[in-house]
């Protein structure tokens, strides 16, 4: 059974930094193209950074470029999303995702399994 499990989430203030980890059981994990997303209250989910299965490509939603970072390491079958410079409108619940891909996935409905989900606060 495919599992995805995100942690790092927490209460920070604006201009702090986190630090996301997914750890997958997706085997063999370098097979799977990984994405973020985050969803805000009221909002729809929204794209936030992918990384192709070799991690050599990603792509980001502009209102994070040059503030997020997302990598894998595919020994330890996980992903990270590093956040900083977190912004108020940075506050959702992030998730973390996998599909079996040969590129990188953008459009959340192509994702075939998700995590259950990390809370990011970002008080201003």
């Known amino acids: 059974q495919v599992q995805l499990v995100e942690s790092g989430g927490g209460l920070v203030q604006a201009g702090d930094s986190l630090r996301l980890s997914c750890i997958t059981s997706?085997?063999?994990?370098?097979?799977?193209?990984m994405g973020w997303f985050r969803q805000a209250p009221g909002k729809e989910r929204e794209f936030v950074a992918a990384i192709s299965r070799g991690g050599g490509h990603t792509d980001y939603v502009d209102s994070v470029k040059g503030r997020f970072t997302v990598s894998r390491d595919n020994m330890k079958s996980t992903v990270y999303l590093q956040m900083n410079s977190l912004k108020s409108e940075d506050t959702a619940v992030y998730y973390c995702a996998a599909v079996r891909s040969l590129e990188i996935v953008t459009t959340p409905e192509r994702y075939d399994y998700w995590g259950q989900g990390t809370q990011v606060t970002v008080s201003s």
């Open positions: 997706p085997r063999p994990f370098s097979t799977y193209a």
